[in-house]
C-alpha cells in the first residue's frame, strides 16, 4: 500500500490539488488587495478633503476679512464716530487674525499640506494599483499552471480519476484596453 502510495505521487498525483491551491491562494491575494484598495483609498482621500477644506477655510477667511475690511471706510469726517471706527478697526483686526493663522499655516507647513497629501495620494493610488496588478499577474500564472497541469499527460488522468479538476477562469482585459487612455489637461 505504501509502495502504491510512493508511486502515485512520483507520477505527480498531487500535482493536481497542489496547483489548485496555489491557484486559490493566489486568487485569496487578487481579493486581499482589492480589499486593501476599498478600504485604504476612501480614507485617504477623506484626509486629503480634510487638509484641503482647513487650508481653503484659511484662505476663504483672510479672502473674506480683507473684502470686509476694505469696504468699511473711516476718513477724516468720520474718524470721530466711535461706531464707525469700532466697524473699522474690528475689520482690521478680523483681516490681522486671519492672515495671523495663514502665517501659521504657512510657518507649519512651507508647503501647503494638501499639496503633499495630494501627492502622497498620488503615490498610494499607484502602488495600490501596482499591488492589484502584481497579484492578479501571479493568480493568472497559478491558474495556468493548474489548467495546464489538468489538460496534460499524467496530469489530465489524476484530475479526472481523482480529483474532478475543472479548468479555472483567469482575468481578460476590459473592453477598449488596448488604447491608451486620453490625456487632457
Known amino acids: 500500500m505504501a509502495l502504491l502510495g510512493l508511486v502515485l505521487a512520483g507520477c505527480g498525483v498531487n500535482n ?10 493566489s ?10 484598495r476599498a ?4 480614507n485617504l482621500v477623506e484626509t486629503v478633503k480634510g487638509f484641503a477644506a482647513q487650508e481653503r477655510e484659511v484662505l476663504t477667511a483672510v479672502v473674506e476679512a480683507r473684502a470686509k475690511a476694505s469696504q468699511v471706510k473711516v476718513d477724516a469726517s468720520t474718524i470721530t464716530d466711535p461706531a464707525k471706527f469700532k466697524e473699522f478697526q474690528d475689520a482690521q483686526n478680523q483681516l490681522s487674525g486671519a492672515l495671523g493663522r495663514l502665517l501659521v499655516t504657512v510657518e507649519r507647513y512651507p508647503e501647503l499640506k494638501s499639496n ?7 503615490s498610494q493610488l499607484e502602488g495600490t494599483e501596482n499591488r492589484v496588478t ?10 495556468q499552471a493548474f489548467n495546464t ?4 499527460f499524467p496530469g489530465v488522468i489524476w484530475a479526472r ?13 476590459t473592453a477598449g484596453a488596448e488604447r491608451p487612455p486620453a490625456v487632457k489637461f
Request: glycine share 2%; hydrophobic share 45%; proline share 3%.
Open 134 to 143: 502584481v497579484a492578479r499577474r501571479d493568480y493568472i500564472q497559478a491558474v
Open 27 to 36: 486568487w485569496s491575494e487578487v481579493q486581499n488587495q482589492y480589499q486593501r
Open 39 to 42: 478600504d485604504l483609498i476612501p
Open 161 to 173: 480519476l481523482f480529483w474532478g479538476a475543472k479548468a479555472m477562469e483567469t482575468f481578460a482585459a
Open 16 to 25: 493536481v490539488p497542489t496547483l489548485e491551491e496555489k491557484a486559490k491562494a
Open 116 to 122: 503633499q497629501n495630494f501627492l502622497a495620494l498620488q
Open 149 to 152: 497541469e489538468i489538460r496534460t
